[in-house]
């Protein structure tokens, strides 16, 4: 598992912090806060989807943190190389700067399918990567996702899983079968509203 991010990691909490008391939303990447381009590996095809921008300003001004946590298998199967995906993710950083709304860090596993690894979602690695750094109130705790994985990821480590509609998330839904707790929205938009509706009630 690794962490992205152009600045220095953030420094692991002292064991002896105050309880965790803020509020959180774990994101996947593309088909969420991007549009979903199959194996993105050109920086001039980044694009958010709309409106991420103000759906992320609208997180943040709620008080949450915003962790993208995203599996990048296309650097396990050879379909781009390192070099491609620091420049996606430049891209990336930059666009949501440029609108106000950066990320408090990015989280991605590496590997291919079949690999064996423990931070590929639905398993919880990266979720556990995540917690070295931060501290968050599990009772407030989401994952916005457009795929099953993102979903049972949720549901495996006591999240609130929210599927959006963009991406995959059209043909992931007829799949949800009878995990129950998964609210369904048409993006991520919608998604932060529901939430946010949620905790303000």
């Known amino acids: ?10 420094a692991q909490e002292a064991a002896t912090a105050p309880p965790p008391s803020r509020p959180v939303l774990f994101l996947d ?12 590996s050109d920086p001039a095809a980044v694009e958010l989807e709309h409106g991420v921008p ?6 943040r001004a709620a ?11 296309g650097l396990g199967r050879g379909r781009f ?12 950083a930059d666009l949501l700067q440029g609108a106000g709304c950066p990320l408090d860090a990015y989280y991605y596993c590496p590997h291919a399918p079949g ?28 994952m916005i996702g457009d795929k099953i994985s993102d ?12 599927l959006v509609l963009t991406g995959y998330g059209h043909e992931q839904a007829r799949r949800l079968g009878d995990r129950r707790g998964v609210a369904v929205a048409a993006d991520l938009a919608a998604a932060v509203r529901l939430i946010l509706a949620e905790v303000r009630a």
């Open 1 to 10: 598992m690794s962490r992205w991010s152009p600045a220095p990691e953030p």
């Open 29 to 40: 990447r593309d088909g969420v806060l991007l549009v979903e381009k199959d194996y993105l």
């Open 54 to 59: 103000a759906a992320l300003r609208d997180a």
């Open 63 to 73: 008080g949450f943190l915003l962790i993208c946590v995203s599996n990048q298998s």
């Open 81 to 92: 190389t390192a070099a491609d995906f620091e420049a996606v993710m430049a891209r990336f």
């Open 115 to 142: 690999a064996g690894c423990l931070c590929r979602k639905p398993a919880p690695g990266l979720l556990a990567e995540a917690a070295a750094h931060f501290r968050w109130d599990p009772a407030r705790a989401w």
């Open 151 to 162: 979903v049972d990821f949720a549901l495996g480590a006591g999240l609130r899983p929210v």
